[in-house]
């Protein structure tokens, strides 16, 4: 009789071993005091492993509840490594770190996952259409977050009367970002905004559905290939959420060490190594997606993860940051930061608009994420 493991595919089993065997050796090397920059480089692996691990294994718990409860879950638990790792840096008092990460995971999805995801679909497929309604819709309410930003930020750097309030500030602004997600969802479920030449009921694309069903127009997608027994989902996925949170602990207790070693500023670190380490690996579903001539799923799948960073996991970490370390983390963030921001938000807006893109479009998404990236390297 076959175990439960010989249900799966060889590259599923592959994945659950990788990540098994990532998470046993960073404990090993952290038990035994191994240089920092091992332990640091091992733990991003293991880190980045467990993320994909959790976003599966949500799919697949999806696939037996609906988009209702599937939404609830991915909101709740979508994220929930790079939200381990903000708690364990906020409590070392590494909150730059943590504000360079979150808009890292925010630049890494929007830059570098989607102009993969073009360059992949555009190269294999040539140009390729999708329905702009619910992008647009995304990338409207990633303005906002960018905006939410923009203003505490320059309400303390232009020295206005808030420059003495920036901490209610910036719990007043994440609780408004907390309400606007939760309006969301129901809007998503209800099908999303509808295209005009699509009257009929599309299935949701925003926050509150699982990634194999947030799209809003062409074939409805297969479902997955094989389903996992539900036991092996929900052990998996309450197995890999354990580790994620051991695993962060070590990752964020080499951080600080290790790259002062390297020589890497702590921007950098949170910017690009933190952020894809803990978020945009779980993304390149969206990759395959367009590998597969499916541009909205590819677009709606990798878009949504921002979205849940911007709108509900920073709040989150804003209005908790009091307890959790010896800072308030607000959103007065480095000027560089925010302006990146804005910038790679406006940019993927014009790209979305039209409802189209090329593989050069994903070039020069990929190319504006590197030259950001290089911004940073010194600091």
Same mark, same amino acid.
């Given at each position: 009789?076959?175990?439960?493991?010989?249900?799966?595919?060889?590259?599923?089993? &592959?994945?659950?071993?990788?990540?098994?065997?990532?998470?046993?050796?960073?404990?090993?090397?952290?038990?035994?005091?191994?240089?920092?920059?091992?332990?640091?480089?091992?733990?991003?692996?293991?880190?980045?492993?467990?993320?994909?691990?959790?976003?599966? *294994?949500?799919?697949?718990?999806? #696939?037996?509840?609906?988009?209702? @409860?599937?939404?609830?879950?991915? *909101?709740?638990?979508?994220?929930?490594?790079?939200?381990?790792? $903000?708690?364990?840096?906020?409590?070392?008092?590494?909150?730059? =770190?943590?504000?360079?990460?979150?808009?890292?995971?925010?630049?890494?999805?929007? +830059?570098?996952?989607?102009?993969?995801?073009?360059?992949?679909?555009?190269?294999?497929?040539?140009?390729?259409?999708?329905?702009?309604?619910?992008?647009?819709?995304?990338?409207?309410?990633?303005?906002?977050?960018?905006?939410?930003?923009?203003?505490?930020?320059?309400?303390?750097?232009?020295?206005?009367?808030?420059?003495?309030?920036?901490?209610?500030?910036?719990?007043?602004?994440?609780?408004?970002? +907390?309400?606007?997600?939760?309006?969301?969802?129901?809007?998503?479920?209800?099908?999303?905004?509808?295209?005009?030449?699509?009257? #009929?009921?599309?299935? @949701?694309?925003?926050?509150?559905?699982?990634?194999?069903?947030? *799209?809003?127009? $062409?074939?409805?997608?297969?479902?997955?290939? #094989?389903?996992?027994?539900?036991?092996?989902?929900?052990?998996?996925?309450?197995?890999?959420?354990?580790?994620?949170?051991?695993?962060?602990?070590?990752?964020?207790?080499?951080?600080?060490?290790?790259?002062?070693? +390297?020589? /890497?500023?702590?921007?950098?670190?949170?910017?690009?190594?933190?952020?894809?380490?803990?978020?945009?690996? #779980?993304?390149?579903? $969206?990759?395959?997606?367009?590998?597969?001539?499916?541009?909205?799923?590819? /677009?709606?799948?990798?878009?949504?993860?921002?979205?849940?960073?911007?709108?509900?996991?920073?709040?989150?970490?804003?209005?908790?940051?009091?307890?959790?370390?010896?800072?308030?983390?607000?959103? =007065?963030?480095?000027?560089?930061?925010?302006?990146?921001?804005? =910038?790679?938000?406006?940019?993927?807006?014009?790209?979305?608009?039209?409802?189209?893109?090329?593989?050069?479009?994903?070039?020069? +998404?990929?190319? &504006?994420?590197? /030259?950001?990236?290089?911004?940073?390297?010194? $600091?």
């Amino acid at each position: 009789m076959p175990s439960t493991l010989d249900l799966l595919r060889p590259s599923q089993r &592959l994945a659950i071993v990788a990540a098994g065997i990532l998470v046993a050796v960073t404990a090993a090397l952290d038990a035994g005091g191994a240089p920092h920059v091992v332990v640091f480089l091992v733990a991003g692996l293991g880190l980045a492993a467990l993320a994909a691990l959790v976003g599966q *294994s949500i799919e697949q718990i999806g #696939e037996r509840l609906g988009p209702g @409860p599937t939404g609830l879950l991915q *909101s709740s638990l979508g994220n929930l490594p790079e939200l381990l790792v $903000g708690i364990f840096a906020l409590r070392a008092g590494l909150t730059a =770190v943590v504000q360079a990460a979150l808009v890292g995971s925010v630049l890494g999805n929007v +830059l570098l996952v989607l102009g993969a995801a073009f360059v992949s679909g555009g190269v294999r497929h040539g140009t390729q259409r999708f329905d702009p309604e619910a992008p647009r819709m995304l990338v409207t309410l990633l303005t906002l977050a960018a905006a939410a930003t923009l203003v505490p930020t320059l309400a303390s750097r232009l020295d206005t009367p808030a420059v003495h309030h920036t901490a209610g500030l910036s719990d007043v602004t994440a609780v408004v970002l +907390l309400l606007v997600y939760a309006a969301s969802i129901p809007f998503w479920l209800g099908g999303g905004p509808q295209s005009p030449s699509h009257g #009929e009921q599309q299935p @949701p694309a925003g926050p509150g559905a699982p990634a194999e069903e947030r *799209s809003t127009t $062409g074939p409805a997608p297969a479902r997955t290939a #094989e389903l996992w027994p539900l036991g092996l989902a929900v052990a998996l996925l309450a197995g890999a959420s354990v580790a994620s949170g051991a695993v962060s602990d070590w990752f964020v207790s080499a951080l600080t060490p290790a790259t002062r070693s +390297l020589g /890497i500023s702590p921007a950098f670190t949170g910017l690009v190594i933190v952020a894809i380490a803990s978020n945009a690996v #779980e993304n390149v579903a $969206g990759v395959r997606f367009a590998w597969k001539a499916r541009p909205d799923y590819a /677009i709606s799948t990798i878009l949504n993860s921002p979205l849940q960073i911007t709108l509900f996991l920073t709040p989150i970490l804003v209005l908790t940051s009091p307890l959790i370390g010896p800072a308030h983390l607000t959103l =007065v963030f480095p000027p560089l930061l925010v302006a990146a921001l804005a =910038v790679a938000v406006v940019v993927v807006a014009i790209v979305v608009y039209d409802g189209e893109y090329s593989w050069l479009e994903g070039v020069a +998404l990929i190319a &504006l994420y590197l /030259i950001i990236a290089a911004s940073f390297w010194w $600091g």
